[in-house]
């Protein structure tokens, strides 16, 4: 599984911007998927997580109210809507899939990464 991240860029503060991760059509399994962000200097740190299933959704305190994961299992898609952008959303944000299904805010039970996206929020 390899996971392809893309969405982001550049918005003003308060604006909105919708990433999508997409795994290869030959995709298998019940994975759930991650998304996480990180800065320079800064820890890799959780955003959101869903299961394959759609039951499951976990949420950084942070993003609460403002970001929302969703997946479209028929086009191996998951995206993450943010809406409300502060400047300290600004970071590279990766996606993750957890191929046992567990929305688990750990980085390190996430099995396969994507490459990051860039999005930079401007005051």
């Known amino acids: 599984v390899q996971l392809q991240a893309s969405g982001g860029g550049l918005v003003q503060a308060g604006g909105s911007l919708r990433l999508s991760c997409v795994a290869p059509g030959r995709t298998r399994g019940t994975y759930a998927v991650g998304w996480f962000r990180q800065t320079p200097g800064k820890e890799r740190e959780f955003v959101a997580a869903i299961n394959w299933s759609e039951s499951s959704t976990e949420y950084a305190d942070s993003v609460k109210g403002r970001f929302t994961i969703s997946r479209d299992n028929s086009k191996n898609t998951a995206s993450l809507q943010m809406n409300s952008l502060k400047p300290e959303d600004t970071a590279v944000y990766y996606c993750?899939?957890?191929?046992?299904?567990?929305?688990?805010?750990?980085?390190?039970?996430?099995?396969?990464w994507g490459q990051g996206t860039q999005v930079t929020v401007s005051s």
């Open positions: 993750a899939a957890e191929l046992n299904g567990a929305t688990t805010p750990f980085g390190y039970e996430y099995d396969v």
